[in-house]
């Protein structure tokens, strides 16, 4: 099996940073894309920010220029980075891995169970 932990989430003022982690364990053959997503009280979960195994990322319009994704292969691990942040980043973030557990086996997703991020004045 796979386990995703994300760390790094809490109360922060208007404007503070945060930096979040998720660090990937188990029976890891390959780690492919990583994601950050988030949800917010009564909206959908939405796509923040991608990252491929190379190095390649993706961010949603909303974050573009304030948040940064990283990764560490050899930790097996991703990071978001939140500078300037708005009462509208609040949220439960979850980071999403697509992993094969084994040589020949298909890829599959893997969820971590969410840190909340809360922005307030």
């Known amino acids: 099996q796979v386990q995703l932990v994300e760390s790094g989430g809490g109360l922060v003022q208007i404007g503070g940073s945060l930096t979040l982690s998720c660090a990937a364990s188990g029976s890891i053959f390959s780690l492919y894309d990583m994601d950050w997503y988030r949800q917010a009280l009564g909206k959908e979960r939405e796509l923040v920010a991608a990252i491929t195994s190379g190095g390649s990322t993706n961010y949603a319009d909303s974050v573009k220029g304030r948040f940064t994704i990283s990764r560490d292969n050899a930790k097996n691990t991703m990071y978001l980075r939140m500078n300037s942040l708005k009462p509208e980043d609040t949220a439960v973030y979850y980071c999403?891995?697509?992993?094969?557990?084994?040589?020949?086996?298909?890829?599959?997703?893997?969820w971590g169970q969410g840190t909340q991020v809360t922005v307030s004045s």
């Open positions: 999403d891995a697509i992993v094969r557990t084994s040589w020949g086996q298909p890829t599959r997703h893997y």
